[in-house]
């Protein structure tokens, strides 16, 4: 039986890229996060290209908060969510992300009754609702 022999694979000179990354001639900083901002009919989406965190998280979310009219507090690693039903009850979660203990603020009583009259502790790690006050 007759081998063929065949040649070796051909290979592509390396391409080489430049060392500095090419730039528009006209950009004179550096890139930033990608930031857009969509109006659609009464409203607005906006949408980011990146995942910012620290203060360029909080600058992007207080910029789009205050657009939309929506409060904001500096609650410290503290997630506050307000779930409301039409009847009127409203009950705030307080989910503490953070190594150490928060206060927020926040008026109700707890689901176990205690009551709470402006400032709720919120341990490290712990979680804590509050049926607010009407």
């Known amino acids: 039986m007759e081998h063929s022999t065949s040649a070796a694979p051909r290979r592509h ?4 890229r430049p060392a500095v990354p090419r730039r528009h001639p006209a950009r004179t900083r550096p890139a930033a996060p990608a930031w857009t ?3 659609h ?11 910012p965190t ?3 998280l909080a600058r992007v979310l207080s910029a789009v908060c205050a657009e939309a009219g929506v409060p904001t507090v500096s609650t410290g690693g503290v997630e506050l969510v307000r779930r409301s039903h039409p009847d009127g009850r409203s009950f705030l979660f307080a989910v503490n992300h953070s190594y150490a203990g928060a206060v927020v ?3 109700g009583t707890t689901l176990d009754g205690a009551p709470v ?3 709720l502790t919120v341990p490290a ?3 804590r609702i509050v049926r607010e006050a009407r």
Not at 13 to 16: D, E, S
Not at 41 to 51: I, N, Q
């Open 37 to 39: 901002r969509n109006e």
């Open 125 to 127: 790690g712990a979680v």
């Open 117 to 119: 009259d402006g400032s």
């Open 13 to 16: 000179p390396a391409r080489t």
């Open 41 to 51: 009919g009464r409203g607005a989406a906006h949408y980011v290209t990146t995942l």
């Open 105 to 107: 603020e926040a008026k």
């Open 54 to 56: 620290g203060p360029a």
